[in-house]
Each structure stands twice: as C-alpha cells, then as structure tokens.
C-alpha cells in the first residue's frame, strides 16, 4: 500500500502564490476560498465539511506541486471539491448499507455460516451500549434523500443539533471500525 499524501511546505507555498502576490493578500484568499468550499460542502450535506475543505486544498496544492498548469486556481479547486463530495457520498453510501444490514442481523436470528466480516459487526454492535447502538442504526436507517430528513427528525428527537448527531456517528464509527479491525484481526468473534 502506498504512503498516504501530506500536505507539505512547499506544495502549500505554491498554492499561496497562486492565490495572491503578497503574502497576506494570499493567506486571505486561501481563507476566503475555504470558506466558500467549506459553505458548497455544508450545502450538499457532507459529514465534515470543514475536513472536506481542507481535503480539497490539499488536493490542488499536490497538483500544483507535480507541475499540473493551471490557470484560474479558484474554479479549479472547486471542480476538485465536486470529486471529494461524490468519493464522501459513496463512502457513506457504503457505510450506510453495511450499518443497515447489521441492523436486520440484529433484529434476526444469529446465522452460523455467515462471513467473518459481519459476524465480528454484529459482536461489535453487541458491545455497545444500548442507547449507543440504537443511536448508530437509527443514524443510518434512512436511504436516499429521505436520510437527511430522518437525520434532522432524530437529532430533533433527541433534543440535539444536527451537526452534535453528526459528531456522535462519527464517533461511533471509528470505534465499530477499530473493533471490526481488532475482530477480524483475532480471526472471529470469541462470544
């Protein structure tokens, strides 16, 4: 596996001087520009719209820094922020159907000859606290556009913003993934 891609000193200078002569002139248009993709990703729903953003920049300044000619970085960047959106939306899409059908293996009897993977999220999902899991499935019940509604209904329901019930996914999230990963690791669930 390949080494994930950090932004470096020089790859950012290179995105600064594409955004403004002067230095302050060109920290105000990367903060100006960032907002804007920060509000596009806001707009369309993303989980992280603030990590999106920065995703985005990231993206163009490691272009900028393997010599891609460009000329008007300001479009540019936005076209790259409509390739980060879709690769966010079918990762929670992903997401989304594997969490579902933990769901229905929950609500149905335990089945013997499944696979190694849902067999370790189902134990995983067990070992949450009730509240915690009930939370991860509703979060995750809705298909389509309707699961935004359903989103903004439970956040409602549980007298929390919806950027709070974002949070709270997120977090639960990382730590079905760091469980499933722990799982599998050992082969398979022990209970």
């Given at each position: 596996m390949?080494?994930?891609w950090s932004l470096t000193h020089e790859a950012l200078g290179q995105l600064l001087e594409r955004?403004?002569?002067d230095p302050v002139t060109a920290g105000r248009e990367y903060?100006?520009?960032r907002a804007r993709l920060v509000d596009?990703?806001?707009w369309r729903g993303a989980h992280h719209p603030d990590v999106?953003?920065?995703e985005s920049l990231d993206r163009a300044a490691r272009r900028l820094e393997g010599g891609e000619a460009v000329q008007h970085i300001g479009p540019y960047v936005h076209q790259i922020a409509r390739y980060v959106l879709l690769e966010h939306q079918r990762r929670d899409v992903r997401e989304r159907r594997a969490l579902a059908g933990a769901a229905r293996e929950?609500?149905?009897p335990a089945d013997t000859s499944g696979e190694l993977p849902s067999a370790c999220l189902?134990?995983?999902l067990r070992q949450l606290p009730d509240d915690a899991r009930a939370l991860i499935v509703a979060y995750y019940k809705g298909e389509g556009r309707s699961h935004l509604e359903s989103r903004r209904a439970l956040?409602?329901?549980l007298g929390i913003s919806y950027d709070t019930l974002k949070t709270r996914a997120h977090r639960l999230r990382l730590r079905l993934g760091a469980c499933l990963r722990e799982c599998v690791k050992a082969g398979g669930p022990c209970d």
């Open positions: 390949t080494a994930r955004l403004g002569t903060e100006a520009l596009y990703f806001v999106a953003a920065d929950l609500a149905a189902l134990r995983c956040a409602s329901r």
